[in-house]
Each structure stands twice: as C-alpha cells, then as structure tokens.
Nanobody, 131 residues
Framework: VQLQASGGGLVQPGGSLRLSCTAS????????MGWFRQAPGKEREFVAA????????MYANSVKGRFTISRDNAKTAAYLQMDSLRPDDTAVYYC?????????????????????????WGQGTLVTVSS
C-alpha cells in the first residue's frame, strides 16, 4: 500500500482544514490507519488512529474534541478533519498504516500511538496555523 497525504495549507487560528490520505491497493481496507505529525525540532507524535472497519478511533489528548479521523474504504482513503486549529498544531502531518492486520476489524492494539507500529508512511503535508 502506498499512501499520499494532502490538504495542508495556511489557516488562521480557530480555522479548519481537512486532510486526505489516499492509498493505492485494494488491501487498504484491511489495515488500521493513523495520522502523526512532526513540528520543527520535535519528534513525530501520534495524532489519531482508526480501525480498519472504521468503528473505533483513538486520539491524542491534545487534539481530542477538535480533530476527527474517518475513512472511506470504497475510496481507499482516510481523512483528518481538523477544527479549532491552534498555532501549536503547526506541523507536517503524515498518514500511515499499521503493520499488522487483525481478524477483528474493529480491534485497536494498545500501542496504537507508537510510530514503530506503522509502515508505508506517506509523504507529509504541511499545516501552518498562523494569523
């Protein structure tokens, strides 16, 4: 599976953006997906994850209530709706798939937030929140 993130840009504080992650390959629907971000001079950090069937999602505390992850398996795409953006949300955002697949399509492993659980990282998209 190859992934491509898009939808980043410059937005004012309080604004919204919707990031998209498009995938090649019909097996997209078998993988849990995640979004991470990396700000300048900082380590890559977890943002959100969603199970392969889309029935369960997890969020970093810093984005909970403001960001929403979703997916459309028919379109082999995942999305990150970002509302109430703040300057500290400025970062390059990456999508990735978890390396393992699970029989339960709504199973989320406990270490979902660890980057090493993911593979096939897409090229990132830059989000800048500034007035």
């Amino acid at each position: 599976v190859q992934l491509q993130a898009s939808g980043g840009g410059l937005v004012q504080p309080g604004g919204s953006l919707r990031l998209s992650c498009t995938a090649s390959g019909r097996i997209f629907s078998t993988y849990n997906m995640g979004w991470f971000r990396q700000a300048p001079g900082k380590e890559r950090e977890f943002v959100a994850a969603i199970t392969s069937a889309g029935g369960k999602s997890m969020y970093a505390n810093s984005v909970k209530g403001r960001f929403t992850i979703s997916r459309d398996n028919a379109k082999t795409a995942a999305y990150l709706q970002m509302d109430s953006l703040r300057p500290d949300d400025t970062a390059v955002y990456y999508c990735a798939k978890q390396s393992m697949t699970y029989r339960d399509k709504n199973y989320m492993p406990t270490n979902y937030y660890i980057p090493s659980m993911y593979s096939s990282w897409g090229q990132g998209t830059l989000v800048t929140v500034s007035s």
